[in-house]
Nanobody
Framework: QVQPVESGGGLVQPGGSLRLSCAASGSSFSLYVMGWHRQAPGKRRELVGAVTATGRTTYGDSVKGRFTISRDNAKNTVYLQMNNLKPEDTAVYYC??????????WGQGTQVTVSS
């Protein structure tokens, strides 16, 4: 079974940058819709952004202009570049993939902490 695996989380100061990666196995990676979500303590999981198989991206309002999603199909990897990070970006970040059959798979999450 294809399972997304996130990496790249950590501690960063406000105003700093961080890049998360999400790798997923499978020869059909280029066909998946790949998404990033986050969940802060005591809050609901929210959409950060997503990228379609054709490369079209969409973002949540709170990250527009600061975060960028990209994909490298040759490496079966999707990236989340996060710039100008704020304390309110602190959360566990999850990667998910949606395949052509409508199956939605989630990674285990990676912690991002923005603090001075």
């Amino acid at each position: 079974q294809v399972q997304p695996v996130e990496s790249g989380g950590g501690l960063v100061q406000p105003g700093g940058s961080l890049r998360l990666s999400c790798a997923a196995s499978g020869s059909s990676f280029s066909l998946y819709v790949m998404g990033w979500h986050r969940q802060a303590p005591g809050k609901r999981r929210e959409l950060v952004g997503a990228v379609t198989a054709t490369g079209r991206t969409t973002y949540g309002d709170s990250v527009k202009g600061r975060f960028t999603i990209s994909r490298d199909n040759a490496k079966n990897t999707v990236y989340l570049q996060m710039n100008n990070l704020k304390p309110e970006d602190t959360a566990v970040y999850y990667c998910n993939l949606l395949d052509a059959h409508g199956i939605n798979l989630w990674g285990q999450g990676t912690q991002v902490t923005v603090s001075s």
